[in-house]
């Protein structure tokens, strides 16, 4: 049973992207999942940018206005514009920071004298794993160094969505206060699509090397030619590394297909979980991996790389976290071929997802990550 807090809170939350918006993934996801869980308890006012990742939003929200949507508030801005106006005006009783390294979004909000006394949640997403610090570090860095010397880490309460994300912020700051709630999944798909034929391997994310879809592409590569079957690997997300893209096309063989599908909203994503044979999640580094939870949730076995949280899970027949060893990965991608008849995978799948994945005890655990 979850227990709600004596009265409600309100939140005001800033992040880059937010729906519409799609592109950049699960930092998306896990905010957009936030709203819809805890609307009973928290009133969430979000600010954001008018854009998706790479192109305009599909709409043209009105700018500088609060919009009532289902769960939440939401004010879609173009900088500049002045948090200080906001936060008089909302005077929330928390701030909660989606992300780090962002100017307007997420920079110019850790300012103490921006944020005055009020308390302050920030969630960092994985961006102080060793290998997403390594990309543009020359500038990372040193803004790190900068801003613990200037304080504006200070009391601050960092989000974790696992205990090996505390341990990544434990390196950088001494003695920071952290709460571990684990990323809220999406609600259980309402629609079961009807299975299509053919063997499909699936990956969802945006196209950039710390994906890592090259060493998946090279694993079924490997298996179509020793196994002599023809299956297909589809990726879905926007490609944001055109020189990744061509490195995953290479791995194409007489017996392996390889489909860039390009970008699907949320509400797209069901038909292809649900008529994939695997998901394929060989990230070098995940913060948490929501698409796992959507496959899980829509009944889709998952083999994921040990760079990712999942192993903190018992291994089961549709949940896999392995190293990145070529030969590892080529066995049980078999043995997900050999599994013909999915149909008796997605309850497995789906039981997984309702005892590991979404609970009362994960919804309190953001309760009191406000509180």
């Known amino acids: 049973m979850t227990f709600a ?22 930092i998306v996801s896990s905010l957009v999942n936030q709203t819809q869980h805890l609307s009973e308890f928290i009133d969430f006012w979000v600010v954001c940018s008018d854009r998706d990742l790479l ?53 110019a909000l850790l300012k103490k004298k921006v944020r005055k006394n009020i308390p302050t949640v920030l969630a960092s997403h994985g961006m102080l794993a060793p290998n997403a610090l390594s990309i543009k570090s020359w500038i990372k860095k040193p803004w790190l160094k900068l801003n613990k010397l200037l304080g504006d880490f200070d009391g601050i309460t960092w989000h974790a969505s696992n205990k090996v994300e505390a341990q990544q912020i434990r390196r950088h700051f001494e003695r920071p206060i952290i709460r571990i709630a684990q990323n809220l ?95 394929l999640v060989p990230s070098l580094t995940e913060n948490f991996g929501l698409v796992v939870t959507e496959a899980l949730s829509n009944g889709l076995p998952v083999i994921t790389s040990d760079q990712t949280p999942w192993g903190q899970y018992p291994a089961s027949a549709v949940l896999q976290c392995l190293p990145l060893k070529k030969a590892v990965w080529i066995s049980n991608i078999e043995q997900q071929i050999f ?33």
């Open 5 to 26: 807090p004596p009265t409600r809170i309100k939140v005001l939350a800033s992040i880059e992207w937010f729906t519409p918006a799609y592109q950049a993934g699960g």
């Open 55 to 107: 192109h305009p939003l599909p709409s043209n929200p009105a700018l500088g206005q609060w919009l009532k949507k289902k769960g939440h508030q939401v004010m879609y801005v173009s900088p500049p514009f002045s948090w200080e106006e906001i936060i008089n005006q909302i005077q929330p009783d928390v701030i909660y920071i989606n992300g780090i390294f962002n100017g307007p979004f997420c920079r």
């Open 185 to 279: 999944p999406p609600g259980m798909p309402s629609h079961i699509h009807q299975l299509q034929p053919g063997l499909r391997f699936l990956s969802v994310g945006r196209i950039h090397p710390i994906k890592n879809y090259k060493f998946a592409a090279q694993c079924l590569a490997s298996c179509a030619q020793s196994m002599s079957i023809d299956f297909t690997y589809q990726l879905i997300g926007p490609i944001e590394d055109k020189a990744e893209k061509s490195l995953i096309e290479r791995y194409q063989n007489n017996n392996l297909k390889i489909e860039f599908l390009g970008e699907k909203s949320p509400s797209e994503l069901g038909k292809y979980y649900q008529n994939a044979q695997c998901l």
């Open 339 to 371: 599994k013909s008849n999915r149909h008796s995978h997605i309850e497995k799948a789906q039981d997984f997802f309702r005892k590991y994945v979404m609970s009362d005890d994960i919804i309190q655990q953001h309760i009191q990550l406000f509180s």
